[in-house]
Nanobody
Framework: QVQLVESGGGLVQAGGSLRLTCAASGMRVSDNPMGWYRQTPGKRRELVAIMLSEHMTNYVDSVKGRFTISRDAAKNTVYLQMNSLKPEDTGVYSC?????????WGQGTQVTVSS
């Protein structure tokens, strides 16, 4: 059974930083595409960052240069380092993993950026 558990969200002022953590079980983060989705009020859920392989990552334009996705194979964990946060980054961030053709999401962690 695959489980993705996020942590690290919270309230931060604009310009600040947070690091989100996704602890995976039932699937290997080093063997599968992993990413982070964001759900903001009034908007569709969007894929913020994805790691297809160790050296192949992609980001939505609005976070390029500010967010970095990474993984620790030994800990079977994926991270999202978020710097220079803006109020529009506020939302629920969910970890995503693709095991073969089966997608999985975590429950999400709230990130609130105050102006």
């Amino acid at each position: 059974q695959v489980q993705l558990v996020e942590s690290g969200g919270g309230l931060v002022q604009a310009g600040g930083s947070l690091r989100l953590t996704c602890a995976a079980s039932g699937m290997r983060v080093s063997d599968n595409p992993m990413g982070w989705y964001r759900q903001t009020p009034g908007k569709r859920r969007e894929l913020v960052a994805i790691m297809l392989s160790e050296h192949m990552t992609n980001y939505v334009d609005s976070v390029k240069g500010r967010f970095t996705i990474s993984r620790d194979a030994a800990k079977n964990t994926v991270y999202l380092q978020m710097n220079s946060l803006k109020p529009e980054d506020t939302g629920v961030y969910s970890c995503y993993g693709l095991d073969g053709t089966q997608p999985y999401w975590g429950q999400g962690t709230q990130v609130t950026v105050s102006s």
